[in-house]
Every structure is written in structure tokens, then in C-alpha cells.
């Protein structure tokens, strides 16, 4: 059953550790309270990490559900060998226990997912009150963000509490780089060139070699290039003094230089790139002032660069 639970969809339940004192006045008892969530890209669309944390009032006993609703405009992927919708079987209750969630399309738009926990949660006892729900975002179910930017409110509940609670607001928004500042080491028409390009990355947009996290310029059409991807050294690129630890890729339909970061570049930190004039990249024949695109696979948005003048 373990070994199921893991294949199809890695969802962990966290019980807090450290719980608060008891409150000794009467208060009204609230279910389920302090629901946030936490996710590791904002960005519209993208595939997510997701953490639930709530509080619990009510016991909930191996093997009875929780539910999470994620707001309309999500999407999800699922593995080849399973339906999109695993039914509930009234003669198999204990089916999400086994490693399989039930996931339902909602006729809002909403994406419901329910699963039953594998542990005991009683919140009288230490450590078992506040709880984290996870997903991690290289489960077999992935989980994206809407599409449209904008304030999106997840929902959750629980055998032993039905009704449906509201977290606070997940802000998803289009992160991006700075304008990235652009030196080129010949200005002559028609002459293979050098490139230089600095530029800051998001709050959001940590690049990481372990997730192949990538670079894009993209040049435009005029300019040409005469090397292919694999006749271009390691050591002619550079990111923040790095050489890059593999071939360069290049995409000819858009004219982009696609390169893997080669160390860690943490949110919000500046970036250098230094592109050699070995790399044969070609000015444009044409004289004029010309922009180039950059982005990440984390900041998605293009952003173009400060001008230079070909002559």
C-alpha cells in the first residue's frame, strides 16, 4: 500500500511539532482555522509546489478524508495509467488511503481534491493541532496556477468538519527580470560579435542548476548564427563569471540562445552573462538600433534590452 501511496500522488501531512499554550477563557470553537497557503511560483500557469497550513478543532481519524478545492483556471496532469476521475466506490472507502486521490472538476471551474489521511490527528494531543498539508511539484499529479494573473482563495475540509473554509487571498502575477543593460563588443554590420548582458531577476525567480533552470536571449531575426549549439565551448559563455557546464541550445524558429544556469542565482540577484565573439553570432547587415529579448524559466515575461546601434 506504501509503495502505491508514492507512486500516484506524494501528499504529506505535517503536524506541527511545537504546539501553543491553552487558551483558558470560552471561546467559540472553529473547526478548521488559520488556512493559508503557501506556493513556490506565482507565476500564471506554472506547474506548483503547494503547502496547506491549517489549524483543527476535531479529531480526524486514520482514513477519514481532507478535501482542498483550488480555485477556478487551475489546471493538473495526472499519470498515463490512471483516469481523470476515480469515482468514489461505496464498497472501497478506504481507496484514497491507498495512494489514490479522487479528483473532481467542479461545475465553477474548481478542481477538487480528496485524499484520506494516513495518521491520526487529534488536536488535544501535542504536536498534532496545526497541520501542513504538501505537495510537492514533481508529484505524479502536478497542479498549475491559473493562467490570469490576479488574488485566488484555495478551500479546505475535513470528514470531521464538512464545511468548506476559505484561506487567505494567493496572489499569482507575472514576475520578470530587470531591463537588462546591453554592451556589445562590435557595432560593425555584418561582423561577428561579443555580448554582454546584466539584468537582476525577480523576488520570485531563483534560478537553479538541479531544476536545469534556464536563460533565454532571444536575437532578432537579423542577426545570425553561424556556429551550431555543439561547436560552442563552455568556456566562451558565461553566467556571473561561471562557464556553462553544457552546449548552449538554440532554437532557429525564434532565433534564441538558450543557456543552463550553472550555479544557484538567488531571488532578486544581479546576473552577468558574457557571450564571446567565438560563439559566431553575426550583427545584422542592416544598420539601425536593435533590442534583444531575455528571459527565464522562472521569469517568463520577455523583457527587452537597452538598444545598440549597428552601423
Not at 34 to 60: C, M, Q, Y
Not at 276 to 303: A, F, M, Q
Amino acid at each position: 500500500m506504501r509503495n502505491i501511496f508514492q507512486k500516484y500522488l506524494i501528499i504529506i501531512v505535517v503536524a506541527a511539532l511545537v504546539m501553543a499554550p491553552f487558551v483558558t477563557f470560552v471561546r467559540p470553537v472553529f473547526a478548521i482555522h488559520k488556512f493559508w497557503v503557501e506556493i513556490n511560483d506565482h507565476t500564471p500557469g506554472a506547474v506548483n509546489g503547494f503547502k496547506f497550513h491549517f489549524s483543527i478543532e476535531k479529531l480526524l481519524q486514520v482514513h477519514q478524508y481532507i478535501k482542498i478545492v483550488f480555485p477556478p483556471g487551475t489546471t493538473y496532469t495526472i499519470p498515463a495509467d490512471r483516469s481523470p476521475l476515480i469515482p468514489e466506490d461505496p464498497n472501497n472507502p478506504c481507496k484514497a488511503c491507498q495512494g489514490i486521490p479522487i479528483i473532481k472538476d467542479l461545475p465553477d471551474g474548481s478542481v477538487e481534491l480528496k485524499f484520506n489521511t494516513h495518521i491520526e490527528l487529534d488536536p488535544s494531543k501535542e504536536g498534532y493541532r496545526d497541520i501542513v498539508v504538501s505537495i510537492p511539484s514533481d508529484s505524479a499529479y502536478q497542479f498549475k496556477t491559473p493562467t490570469i494573473p490576479g488574488s485566488y482563495i484555495y478551500k479546505i475540509a475535513t470528514q470531521a468538519e464538512q464545511k468548506l473554509i476559505s484561506s487567505y487571498p494567493v496572489d499569482v502575477f507575472q514576475s520578470s527580470i530587470t531591463q537588462p543593460d546591453l554592451d556589445i563588443e562590435s557595432s560593425k554590420s555584418d561582423e561577428i560579435a561579443g555580448f554582454s548582458f546584466d539584468f537582476k531577476i525577480s523576488s520570485f525567480g531563483r534560478l537553479d542548476p538541479k531544476s536545469e533552470d534556464k536563460i533565454k536571449i532571444r536575437f532578432p531575426k537579423e542577426f545570425i548564427f553561424t556556429k551550431s549549439a555543439g561547436e560552442i565551448h563552455d568556456d566562451w559563455i558565461t553566467v556571473n563569471e561561471n562557464n556553462i557546464s553544457w552546449f548552449p541550445d538554440i532554437e532557429h524558429n525564434n532565433n534564441d540562445l538558450i543557456i543552463t544556469v550553472p550555479q544557484e542565482i538567488k531571488r532578486g540577484r544581479s546576473v552577468s552573462i558574457k557571450i564571446d565573439c567565438r560563439c559566431g553570432i553575426k550583427n545584422p547587415s542592416l544598420p539601425g538600433v536593435y533590442h534583444i529579448l531575455v528571459s527565464t524559466s522562472r521569469d517568463t515575461e520577455w523583457i527587452s534590452s537597452s538598444g545598440v546601434e549597428i552601423k
